[in-house]
């Protein structure tokens, strides 16, 4: 099923920069699975929104989908040719300018276009004025998550055995298609070779995830920095930072690092990374910390599930 961005963020093609960033702004509010666990189809949703936004934020990419040269997952579209292309050529007697008869069978120009080339085994293409651009090959590429995230260069192997250097952009995602121009087949009768059009499967990573632009990572802290705070070493794409865990800090607490996403080449901002906080108790509970929050208990009766429970029953 055809995807088109803009019915994806409720927008027409009239839409300003201010109008996408406002409109994405808006979905992520209502679309984001962390911020709405119970709902199953919220990051399909959301990695719906977070495409579209993606594509139509890029003033190229935006300006090529308009222009239907790609789709609305950012893949190339197929270029379509007809036989008045071929009939242009030199040498067609159904060539534009002499007509098209109503009595010639459309199939007799694509026989003559396959006779000129087999003709071209023993004389050259361009003693019959014909030539063609060679036809684009495709391959697939599986790209680690970091190189995805933070750019580099992979390497490909062609069917000859060669080798092809692929550079990754920075900010690449998930089933976007690189075009290699000239690295395609040969063309025909001196014509220019086609492209190379590589389509990328990014990898997981046991760490981060990816939705859009910004990043997800699971951060583990213990029962003491959850209740006193402090400050904590978190892994960004980028690298470790620091980070400061508040006092009284719970399970599920999201906290945010803003810049540390993904951003784009040429792009002035990125994505943020959001910190999902998880408590973890030691793998064994001494006898202090046993005592002590056994007469902790005795003095203090916070239940956290009394809200829940009222809400369960109403």
Aim: no cysteine; net charge neutral; glycine share 12%.
């Amino acid at each position: 099923m055809t995807v088109d961005p803009y019915e994806t963020l409720g927008l027409t093609k009239s839409a300003t920069p201010d109008d996408i960033k406002k409109a994405y702004r808006k979905l992520v509010r209502t679309s984001h699975p962390d911020l709405h666990p119970d709902d199953a189809g919220a990051e399909a949703r959301f990695k719906a929104i977070a495409a579209a936004h993606d594509l139509l934020k890029n003033p190229d990419t935006r300006a090529r989908f308009d222009a239907g040269e790609i789709d609305g997952a950012g893949a190339e579209r197929p270029q379509r040719q007809y036989y008045r292309d071929f009939a242009e050529a030199g040498g067609n007697p159904y060539q534009q300018r002499h007509g098209f008869e109503r009595h010639v069978d459309p199939a007799d120009i694509f026989a003559e276009i396959l006779r000129q080339r087999t003709r071209q085994d023993s004389d050259d293409f361009s003693g019959h004025g014909y030539s063609a651009p060679g036809s684009d090959l495709r391959y697939a590429l599986e790209v680690p998550f970091l190189d995805a995230a933070r750019g580099g260069e992979m390497r490909i192997t062609l069917p000859d055995g060669a080798s092809l250097a692929v550079r990754i952009p920075q900010g690449a995602h998930d089933g976007q298609t690189l075009r290699l121009r000239g690295k395609g087949g040969p063309g025909f009768g001196g014509g220019a070779p086609g492209d190379a059009l590589i389509t990328l499967s990014v990898s997981q990573h046991p760490v981060f995830r990816r939705i859009g632009d910004d990043v997800f990572v699971t951060l583990p802290i213990t029962i003491d920095e959850a209740i006193l705070g402090g400050k904590v070493t978190a892994p960004t794409i980028s690298g470790p930072v620091n980070l400061t865990i508040p006092k009284g800090a719970s399970s599920g607490r999201v906290l945010r690092l803003r810049g540390r996403g993904v951003a784009h080449q040429g792009g002035k901002t990125a994505g943020d990374q959001l910190v999902d906080l998880k408590i973890v108790t030691p793998p064994e509970i001494d006898g202090s910390l046993r005592d002590f929050l056994t007469e902790w208990r005795k003095t203090h009766s916070h239940d956290p599930r009394v809200d829940l429970l009222n809400e369960a029953a109403s």
